[in-house]
């Protein structure tokens, strides 16, 4: 199978052999999106070793999916699952939406690709759900109907973001004057750290540490504060650092309620693995279980941390595999169960 994972920032493409429980990747590589004019430049250039084309490809990407084609949200793509077939010469190509792609994935990790926030109680056939900070939110769900699991694809980073608190009104206005509007992909992602420390500047919360100014002249702004905060070196990334997390933890609530996800959250995308200290700390699972009267309810629910960075990559292969066998069989089975801690 050749699987991709295609971002605002990077592309990832592999070549896997994946089963119904085993899934393999025999060689992969991650190129920088914005460095390319089109995802088939990249996969020209990633199968020029290989002998025989692959005969079935899967695609994630950060965006709608309709048909087949999709935009990305943060690179000027467009891309196409008929045009990648015909300029690959693949016969079976499907293009879905990456968290989609990344839900899917999920069977194939096993119990040491996760971190455990919430052990809960795991309703057998329980809808399940995946958010993930990164470039952007991303935001998917697993349902079961007549006795298949089916991925639903969401868009929800988008919506508009709702502000719980005091401090959370003034991060609202912050946003409403630099762009507009407030949304939740504005705030949980890479971008979103920057802006929740430049309303707190703004607000006068604690000056600014020289290091960290001089820091952000040769470095990204979201790493430089992620690490003086979890480092508890400037009270300005500090402070930062926390909202991010609390914010995060009541998002992941708010999809635990919208898709009843008894069966268990899960916290993927790229920013997670490098902020796990803020994740494992009480405001997460605080802000996560806080919204009366679904106290209970949440207190329930299987919360756990993706550690694996490559789920994307494994989602596109198993989506791969699902279009391999739907086209052969028909009747095949639905997918099984995520891995148990």
């Keep these: 199978m050749l699987a991709g994972d295609i971002g605002g920032t990077k592309t990832a493409v592999a070549i896997a052999r994946i089963g119904p429980r085993s899934l393999r990747v025999l060689r992969d590589r991650t190129y920088p999106s914005a460095d390319h004019a089109s995802l088939e430049e990249i ?34 793509w467009t891309v196409d699952a008929p045009r990648i077939s015909r300029h690959l010469r693949i016969a ?29 109680r795991e309703e057998k056939d329980g809808p399940l759900a995946l958010i993930g900070a990164g470039t952007g ?47 939740r992909d504005r705030l949980l992602s890479g971008e979103g750290l920057r802006h929740i420390y430049d309303s707190l500047e703004s607000d006068g919360f604690a000056p600014p540490d020289r290091r960290v100014i ?25 402070e930062a650092v926390r909202q991010f997390a609390s914010i995060y933890g009541s998002e992941a609530g708010n999809l635990a309620l919208q898709y009843r996800a008894s069966g268990g959250v899960f916290i993927g995308g790229g920013i997670a693995p490098r902020m796990l200290p803020a994740l494992s700390a009480p405001g997460f699972l605080e802000a996560f279980r806080s919204k009366p009267p679904m106290e209970e309810f949440l207190a329930g629910v299987p919360l756990r ?20 066998m739907e086209t052969t069989r028909p009747s095949s089975k639905s997918m099984s169960r995520p891995a148990r801690r």
Excluded at 219 to 234: K, N
């Design 43 to 76: 996969l020209a250039d990633f199968l020029a070793g290989e002998a025989k084309p692959p005969g079935v490809a899967g695609f994630g990407v950060a965006g709608p999916v309709r048909d087949g084609r999709a935009r990305i949200t943060k690179l000027p």
């Design 92 to 120: 079976r190509v499907s293009v879905v939406n990456d968290f989609v792609a990344a839900v899917t994935g999920l069977p194939y990790l096993t119990s040491r690709q996760f971190l455990v926030l919430q052990r809960g």
């Design 137 to 183: 939110l991303g935001q998917a769900a697993i349902l079961r109907a007549g006795g298949r699991a089916v991925p639903v694809p969401s868009e929800g980073g988008h919506v508009d973001f709702g502000p719980r608190n005091d401090q959370e009104d003034r991060l609202v206005r912050f946003l409403r004057a630099r762009f507009g509007r407030a949304t």
């Design 214 to 238: 001089a820091a952000f002249e040769t470095e990204d702004r979201a790493a430089v504060i992620s690490r003086f905060g979890l480092a508890g070196e400037d009270r300005l990334c500090v």
């Design 305 to 324: 941390v993706v550690r694996e960075p490559r789920l994307g990559l494994y989602g596109a292969a198993a989506v791969a595999y699902r279009t391999a």
